[in-house]
């Protein structure tokens, strides 16, 4: 069984791992959602993050900008990141369990993108790769 956390906000993926206010947490066996729930991460940011996610027993988070920093720190407490996300998180729930979801190695910016920024390929389903060409 996998537990997983999409950064999340009004059902998108939340663009700043650090600053998001939700957490759509999955319950998966196989290819199959047990469980979703939406948790508030109640103004926990940046390194609470990681503690607040061990907490609920998270082993996998997909999310959009994420700093080196969080990544380490969640990498080293045994959880998989896939960063760099965009779109629906409810699409990017069902991409991951059918082993079409990659981690695209973006970082985070400190900066927002606009609405309509992407790749600039298309992806089903209204999900995009994150790419976010961040210079």
Known sequence: ???????????????????????????????????RKIVSTNGEGHSALFQFLAGLGVNVVICGGIGQGARDALSEGGMEVIGGQLGFAEAALMFYLNGDLRDTGAGCCGHHHGE????????????????????
């Open 1 to 35: 069984m996998k537990k997983i956390a999409i950064a999340y906000e009004n059902g998108q993926i939340f663009q700043h791992f650090g600053k998001t206010p939700s957490f759509l947490i999955a319950e998966t066996e196989d290819k199959n959602i047990l469980s």
């Open 116 to 135: 309509g920024h992407s790749c600039g390929h298309h992806h089903e389903e209204g999900h995009s790769c994150g790419d976010q060409g961040c210079k």
